[in-house]
Structure formats: C-alpha cells, structure tokens
C-alpha cells in the first residue's frame, strides 16, 4: 500500500491503531492462543486476559465489568440493544429514535418497520439538537426502548442524554445509546448518564476494527441477539476474539488518559481550523450547534460546489476528510442527517467533515488550511451553480431569519 504521508482528518469514521494497543495484542495472536472457554490452563490464562480487559472497558464508562458484553462492533452493539428490548417486551412494539442516528439504527429500525413494528424517527432542529417535550410527548405505552444517540458521528452534536433518560426513567421505558463517537471526548459515566444500555466500537478509540461493546445495566432483561454458546454469560454466542479484546482494553486506557488533551489541545485545533475556513473561505457555513458539540467535529458547508470534488482534491494532497459517515459514501443521496436538520440538498451536497484526534498536529492543520482556499477557488470558478446559486443562499438565509 502507498505509504506516503496522510493528513488525516476522518477520526470519525476510523482511527489510527495505537502502538500501545498492538504491542498489548501481538502475544493473543502469536503465543497464547488458547481457547478461553477450556478448561485446562492454557485456556484459563487466556480468559484471565479477557476479564482483564472487560475490567478496564467497565472503567472506561464507570460499569461493573458484569456489565459488559462484547460484540463484534458498533453495529452489533445497537442492533442487540433494540433486539433485546423487543424480545424481552412482546407485547410492545413501538421504537423510538431519532432521525439522525448511525445507519446501524435507521436501516435497523426500518427493516422492523417491514416487520410490523411502529417506529418514531424524531426530528432534529436547525442547529441538531433535539426537542426534549417532542421525545418525552413521544414516549407511549407500547415503547419497547428509546435509542438516542449521545454525539453525532456528522456533527458532533450532543444531545442532552441525562435528561433523556431521566425521562425514560420516570416513564419505565428502556434507554439505549449510541456512544461510539464519545470515549476520549466525553466523561463517560453510566451511572451519573442513567442508560439501560449503552454501545460503544472500539476503532473509534484507536483499536482494531471488528470488536465493540454494549452495557448492560444490572437486572436488565436482556435476550441475546448472536445465539449459541455460553460466551458472555450467555449473552453473545461465539468464541471470544481475544486479541481484539485485549486490545480494546488497553484502548480503552488510553481513552481515559487522553480526555484532557482532546478537550484542550485537539479542541483548539478544531477551533482554530474552523474559525479559519469560515473566516477565510467565503459562503461557508458551520453546520450543527457551536457550543454542544464534541471537542474534534467540524461539519461545514462550501456553497455551490460538491463535497465530494472537494474531497477528491484534498485526496490528491494526502488529505483524509469525508461527507457525512463512512458508511454511506459512494450514495448520491445528501446526508441525512443534514437534511434532517434543514439543509437544502445542495448545501448538504457541499458539506464536508473534518474530525481530529489525539494524533492530529498543529503542523497538519496548518497543510489543510494551506491547501483547502486554493481547491475551494479552483471549483468554485468552474462551478455552474455558482451565479444562479449565490442569490438562491441569500434568500435561504433571509427566509431563516
Ligand atoms: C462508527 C459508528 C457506528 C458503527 O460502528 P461499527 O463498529 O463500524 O459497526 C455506530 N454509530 C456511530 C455513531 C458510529 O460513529
């Protein structure tokens, strides 16, 4: 593979492996490959590693380690928790989410609607935040479970979790998040959040992809989505992936260790990156609340031209960003997230995500701003939308007002 350098600005849709996690997992691919189930040593000293790391994922997010499953990613994560509350609450057939949730939940949530059951996707407002009366006014007797988001994987939003759950609480209504896009962002904390249940995915924290976890909040009902053996006291099917594990782990550590960095330093960063395109770069717009919002996420539109001829050039400079989430590029659909929240299709086609990390220099910032005026002009002098689109904005802008 080409090995030249990347100015990797895409830490949403996929982080870099730590060294440390590496070094932590290359002996569960090379000496200690045993069974964790058997019953001999060999196997036994394995699974020791196993709770090892299910101790330091519980303290990443303030859980016993009792309630951690792991799975196999984020997707799995969020497809078990609705899975679960439905199994375990027959006579309930309503879901309740938002329409701005990771496709892991949408095209869940849609393919149960084919099923027959009921689903709510709430709206989001202008800047993606969501009315709390609307989801608590939402709530019926027949929900099964509330699966909110904690931060946009698009925006970086944030929504409002403790107050969402203590909502659900006070209704008897099962809570899960989606917190894949937090840990080394936010505190993590389950107990002082109120979830019932809560995913995470651990390449979005510098470990491999191909392992995640869902909480599972004590003396929950839980029925297992993956069916088979005892793994997991019961509840995931399947001989452990214990390299991976191990390495989630010991990612997990790092997560806590590098809070502080990510909202100091990264932050200023993604600060100082976005206050110098909009600044800079004329008819850009920020896309999402400033102030509740992840410390590494700028989403920003550059009018009348396309995300994704942007995204191409910055590629040809060793840029890494990207339009809306990794898992739906190569659709020619507008984000739905940012139609959600109100953008026209053609601001949302020009929108374009830079996520950083605790890898992200100031140095690569300064290759980004370096590169970005020159690519935007360039388009923009070739762009057709350009004469007929800069009064169809200002009438946007006005009728917003
Ligand atoms: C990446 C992501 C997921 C999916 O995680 P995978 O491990 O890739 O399945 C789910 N939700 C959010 C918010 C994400 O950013």
Partial sequence: MDQRKIYYFDNNATTRVAPEVVTAMVPFLSDFWGNPSSAY????????HVEDAREKVAALINAD???????????????????????????????????????ANIKFCEFLQKRGYEVTFLPVEFDGSLDIHLLEKSIRPDTAIVSVMWANNETG???????????????????????????????????ELGVDMLSL??????????????????????????????QERGRRGGTENVPYIVGFGRAAELAMASLEDENTRVRGLRDRLEKTILTTIPNTVRNGSQDSRLPN??????DFIEAEAILMLLDQAGICASSGSACTTGSLDPS?????????????????????????????VD?????????????????????????????????RT
Avoid: W
């Fill in 41 to 48: 040593q060999f196997g036994k000293a394995v699974a020791k």
């Fill in 65 to 103: 380690p009792r309630e951690i499953i792991f799975t196999s990613c984020g997707t799995e994560s969020n497809n078990s928790a609705i899975h679960s509350a439905l199994a375990a609450h027959p006579g309930k057939r309503h879901i309740l989410t938002t329409t701005v949730e990771h496709s």
């Fill in 157 to 191: 939003v944030i929504f409002p979790l403790e107050e969402i759950a203590a909502i659900c609480r006070s209704k008897g209504v099962t809570i899960h998040t989606d917190a894949v896009q937090t840990p080394g962002k936010l505190k993590l904390d389950v107990a």
């Fill in 201 to 230: 995915s651990a390449h979005k924290l510098h470990a491999p992809k191909g392992i995640g976890m869902l909480y599972v909040k004590r003396r929950t009902k839980y029925l297992p989505y993956v069916i088979g053996g005892s």
């Fill in 297 to 302: 996420t700028s989403n920003i539109a550059f």
């Fill in 336 to 364: 739905h997230v940012l139609t959600a929240m109100g953008l026209s299709a053609s601001r949302a086609r020009g929108s374009i995500r830079f996520s950083l990390g605790m890898y992200t220099t100031s140095e690569e």
């Fill in 367 to 399: 290759y980004l701003l370096k590169h970005l005026p020159g690519i935007i002009a360039k388009l923009r002098a070739v762009s057709p939308e350009k004469a007929t689109g800069a009064a169809a904005n200002r009438v946007e802008a006005v009728s």
